[in-house]
């Protein structure tokens, strides 16, 4: 075979599996920090974090992604966080066959009174 045809298409393929680990890699950092920060809220009664001090928190150890909207917010019963992450595709050969903006969407929702002190609560 040519080699000037398997060439491309070998590395095609390495850049496209590796955009795929970074971008599961960028999914699930931005699923735990928004999870560990809700849980601080939640569990320890921390005080909601501004919303850059949340974007923030969820941008850290990210590889490729860029958080453009974040939110926190609790009310009586729950901590709600949500993230919405864009990753940007610079290779121009994947660009063929891979739209060059990718987006990931994160909502978690905690909690904040468990079940036995509302049980409690209700009984007083």
């Known amino acids: 075979m040519e080699a000037a045809f398997v060439v491309p298409m070998v590395l095609g ?7 795929v680990l970074f971008w599961g890699h960028d999914k699930l950092v ?3 920090n928004m999870r560990s920060g809700i849980l601080k809220c939640a569990i320890n009664g921390e005080e909601l974090p ?9 941008q850290s150890n990210l590889w490729m992604g860029k958080v453009v909207d974040g939110d926190i ?22 660009n063929i066959f891979m739209e060059d903006k990718q987006e990931i969407r ?9 079940p036995a002190q509302v049980v409690r609560l209700k009984g007083k």
């Open 73 to 94: 917010s609790e009310n009586a019963l729950r901590v709600k966080g949500s993230a919405k992450i864009e990753l940007q595709l610079q290779i121009p050969v994947l």
């Open 13 to 19: 393929i390495i850049f496209a599996l590796m955009y």
């Open 30 to 32: 931005a699923y735990g």
């Open 50 to 58: 501004e919303q850059s001090q949340w974007r923030s928190e969820i």
């Open 106 to 114: 994160c909502e978690d929702t905690w909690e904040s009174w468990q």
